[in-house]
């Protein structure tokens, strides 16, 4: 496995308009490394911990991004540094974000994440959530998050017809919630979807950030 060779590969197939997120998960550092003097820039990770350990061991202008999950009692150790969070799913994660970003002098970006799969085990808000979000009195006095689009995760599942509507219907979210929300703004313009398995039909459909590790890195360990 050549990182290097994976990262050009990737890369020479995705559109001018989608950035790659290399997705870093239980990774160690010279793997990171090798994925940084190829020139990668973006790297996306899931728990806080290994995160937060990873930024402090490596080189400052990398941009991290914070994929997983997040607890509002971990926000604290990523706000000081963290480039973007896809994945928030309620008011409480975003009111936290917004403190702790304000105790940093930082605004910080953020995607909406939404559950668009047919898996109970996936993370995510629905429309009606977000919009209840975006109409609140307590949004509008948040000064230090900057929605800057929406997160999905498709079904795991061999049936691109499946994975295609999925991704569809995240493409409709941003678009109702940009024309009804953000029409004046060119910050919200981020579509996170795809992955290893399914970033080529993701761009297909109107991503703008993949989230690709193991055809970069290869498989994660689990272990760690």
């Not at 994660?93 to 930082?106: G, H, P, T, Y």
């Amino acid at each position: 496995m050549c990182i290097v060779e994976n990262l050009k590969k990737i890369k020479s197939n995705l559109k001018d308009s989608v950035r790659l997120v290399a997705v870093s998960k239980t990774k160690p550092l010279s793997d990171i490394q090798e994925a940084y003097k190829a020139g990668q820039r973006i790297f996306g990770e899931n728990k806080v911990q290994e995160l937060t350990g990873k930024y402090e061991s490596l080189p400052t202008d990398i941009q991290w991004h914070m994929i997983g999950h997040l607890q509002t009692n971990k926000v604290k150790q990523i706000a000081p540094f963290v480039s973007m969070i896809h994945s928030v799913d309620s008011l409480k994660l975003l009111k936290v974000i917004n403190k702790e970003a304000k105790k940093n002098n930082r605004v910080i970006k953020c995607l909406f994440q939404f559950f668009i799969a047919d898996e109970t085990t996936k993370f995510g808000m629905d429309i009606k959530i977000a919009k209840s979000i975006l109409s609140s009195d307590e949004f509008a006095e948040m000064k230090n998050v900057n929605i800057a689009g929406v997160m999905g995760v498709a079904t795991n599942t061999p049936y691109k017809d499946q994975i295609r509507m999925e991704f569809n219907n995240l493409k409709q979210i941003f678009d109702d919630l940009k024309s009804k929300y953000f029409s004046e703004s060119c910050d919200f313009c981020e579509i996170s979807m795809g992955m290893s398995h399914d970033y080529q039909i993701a761009q297909e459909e109107g991503s703008t950030l993949v989230r690709v590790g193991s055809l970069i890195f290869g498989n994660r360990n689990y272990n760690i």
